[in-house]
């Protein structure tokens, strides 16, 4: 294994590391962690998407959204490029010094924060110092940019992100642009961590009831919306223009902010054509991602198709439909409302008696013992002939009533005839 153990060795010592590994800032670590956590959804998505079969095209546009939406949400959240600058400079690297130094030089605002960047430049055959800083002055509390510019100030960090720093760390007079860009990143944070929750809404309501997912759609794309024009509106009226040894740093609105808009206005204009689909043609906004995909949900449509189902059972003489789920609950539905409407009309039962028939056989089976007459001995057998007598009596007397009824007006002979019988 020789010269795989001994590489970058002198004389098999110990690996000389002899020279500086500090490297600036390139990427926020944050930022990268969203952007892969959300790329490994997708990427799930798109290896299951072949296997649909229905509704290809309104899950895939629902789920692509969705997940832009919500990166582009925590992404602006936590990025740096609402409102920016860059310019090249030649100023001194330390104050009170006439070495000059050609660089590049950048503001990138954020909402609660904002990355002051140098960069040496190469002049010529002149090769550059190692220079390269990436410095973030948060203002989170009132009182944290101050804060920060004193303890950049005791580290010694170069002059011109000092100067940078400055216009931000004063909030008197004229210098009052800290405070208004705290307050425009306030307000806009606000916003979006309310569109963030519409988001979640919005996704949870797309599983249950896409209707209402296309109505929390539509308030997501506003409030996103709304988070641009807000923050635009309370920037500076007068705009910020640094001037470092002749060389003007002009501020102009960065990337996020143009995300932001480009994802509200996409959010809630497919969210209100999803809308007015669903109010011309109700119910047929779908996607395969619904909890009852394939399933009414809403009783008032289950019981519509019940009342459909009966009057095509009614009036055709077809074969029967399959036996399914569905058509379990559809007829226990409509067995139930016609039980209600039975109790409700009730039917008239002719042969109802409300008096207790005359039988012997009687809880607690014991028949009151009647005195008959003295010198008459009854036995149970007279007993039983008796109450079967009275009971066919009883019957005659109803075969004359309904044999009136059958007959509505018959003549005087008649009603004697059967009076006779």
């Not at 009151?368 to 007993?383: H, V």
């Not at 018959?410 to 059967?418: A, D, H």
Request: proline letters at 6%; glycine letters at 8%.
């Amino acid at each position: 294994m020789k010269g795989w153990f001994d590489a970058f060795r002198d004389d098999g010592a110990p690996t000389l590391y002899s020279f500086s590994n500090r490297t600036p800032v390139t990427g926020d670590v944050s930022i990268v962690a969203v952007c892969v956590m959300f790329a490994t959804v997708y990427l799930a998505f798109l290896v299951i998407f072949p296997g649909v079969r229905k509704q290809k095209f309104t899950t895939f546009t629902t789920v692509t959204l969705s997940l832009f939406v919500g990166l582009v949400i925590l992404v602006s959240r936590l990025g740096s490029g609402w409102h920016v600058a860059q310019s090249t400079i030649v100023a001194p690297y330390r104050a009170f010094s006439r070495e000059k130094l050609p660089a590049r030089i950048g503001a990138h605002i954020g909402l609660m924060h904002i990355n002051i960047s140098l960069t040496a430049l190469p002049l010529g055959n002149w090769t550059p110092p190692d220079i390269d800083f990436n410095e973030r002055f948060s203002w989170n509390q009132a009182n944290d940019m101050g804060n920060s510019y004193r303890d950049a100030l005791q580290r010694g960090l170069p002059y011109p992100i000092l100067t940078v720093a400055e216009y931000f760390s004063l909030g008197q007079e004229g210098f009052a642009w800290g405070g208004q860009y705290r307050a425009a990143g306030y307000y806009a944070s606000i916003l979006l961590w309310a569109s963030f929750a519409a988001w979640l809404l919005m996704n949870l309501l797309l599983v249950a009831v896409p209707r209402y997912g296309a109505y929390t759609m539509t308030l997501t794309g506003a409030l996103l919306i709304g988070a641009s024009i807000g923050y635009s509106s309370m920037l500076p009226k007068r705009p910020l223009t640094i001037v470092i040894e002749g060389a003007r740093i002009d501020f102009h609105l960065g990337w996020c902010f143009y995300l932001v808009l480009t994802a509200g206005v996409l959010c809630f204009a497919i969210g209100l054509v999803i809308s007015i689909i669903d109010l011309v043609w109700p119910h047929r906004f779908s996607t395969i991602l619904e909890v009852y995909y394939d399933t009414p949900y809403d009783r008032h449509v289950i019981l519509e198709e019940s009342h459909d189902v009966r009057y095509r059972k009614r009036n055709s003489k077809g074969l029967e439909e399959p036996p399914g789920l569905g058509s379990r609950i559809l007829r226990r539905l409509s067995s139930k409302t016609r039980d209600q409407h039975t109790d409700k009309m009730g039917i008239e039962n002719r042969g109802f008696q409300h008096d207790v028939p005359k039988s012997p056989w009687r809880y607690p089976f014991r028949r009151a013992q009647q005195t008959p007459p003295q010198g008459i001995q009854r036995t149970i057998s007279q007993d039983s002939t008796s109450s079967i007598a009275s009971a066919a009596a009883m019957s005659q007397s109803l075969h004359k009533v309904a044999l009136s009824r059958m007959l509505p007006k018959p003549p005087l002979e008649r009603t004697r005839e059967i009076s006779n019988w």
